[in-house]
């Protein structure tokens, strides 16, 4: 079955303890991208990746990592989180720009 | 920049009404537009995808269409049962916005049984 795989699924943590939220792809698309959804801002993106080890930022990524070492994975790293980080993040992936956006499940991160 | 507009922000409509959501975007230079599903907290459920060659798309109940030239998108949801409350999101990639999917901020849709 095709799918984005997002974990963890919930997570609760405490500023400054470095996290990451993985991310993985069994289609073999090339490009993955990192969306932050928040109230009354809608979902922005954070980062993305159009191949393996090409990266580049998205609209808001500051206090955000990513690496894409292989295809399949595309890990987003908080490595000193703060509360206002505090939000819900997909993974998307997709085979070529026309071709649409398949997105993960959601990792739902507080930040306390 | 690239905008994205969702017309009506919320919609509460009785079981087995046709319906219509609106979706609009300021530049036409775009290589597709997606609609999405969200239910509360959940994740992003693909709905139609239409090509920007494309004109419309349809799948079961649902049928969008696309108008690039004048910026806009509709989604017809034809006898809406209380399962289709949810939020739909419209989102848009552009010719100038690498490979971004620019969001509506959505309309909220009701169902009533």
């Known amino acids: 079955e095709a799918q984005v795989t997002q974990n963890p699924r919930y997570l609760i943590t405490v500023t400054g303890k470095k996290l990451t939220v993985t991310c993985s792809q069994n289609?073999?698309?090339?490009?993955m991208s990192w969306y932050r959804q928040d109230p009354g801002l809608g979902l922005r993106q954070i980062y993305y990746?159009?191949?393996?080890?090409?990266?580049d930022k998205g609209d808001v990524p500051e206090g955000y990592k990513v690496s894409r070492k292989e295809k399949r994975n595309f890990p987003l790293i908080l490595e000193s989180p703060s509360p206002n980080q505090t939000s819900l993040y997909f993974c998307?992936?997709?085979?070529?720009?026309?071709?649409?956006?398949?997105f993960g499940s959601g990792t739902r991160l507080t930040v306390v | 920049k690239q905008e994205v507009t969702q017309i009506p922000a919320a919609l509460s409509v009785p079981e087995g009404e046709n319906l219509v959501l609106n979706c609009s975007f300021t530049d036409s230079a775009i290589y597709n537009l997606q609609w999405f599903r969200q239910d509360p907290g959940k994740g992003l459920t693909s709905l139609l995808l239409i090509q920007s060659s494309q004109r419309e798309q349809t799948s079961g109940r649902l049928n969008a269409s696309l108008d690039k030239s004048s910026g806009r998108s509709t989604l017809y949801i034809a006898a809406s049962q209380p399962g289709d409350s949810a939020t739909y999101l419209c989102?848009?990639?552009?010719?100038?916005?690498?490979?971004?999917?620019?969001f509506g901020a959505g309309t909220i849709l009701r169902v009533k049984s």
């Open positions: 289609m073999n698309h090339e490009y």
């Open positions: 998307a992936t997709a085979r070529g720009i026309i071709y649409g956006y398949t």
């Open positions: 990746s159009m191949n393996v080890e090409v990266t």
């Open positions: 989102a848009v990639i552009g010719h100038g916005d690498g490979n971004k999917l620019v």
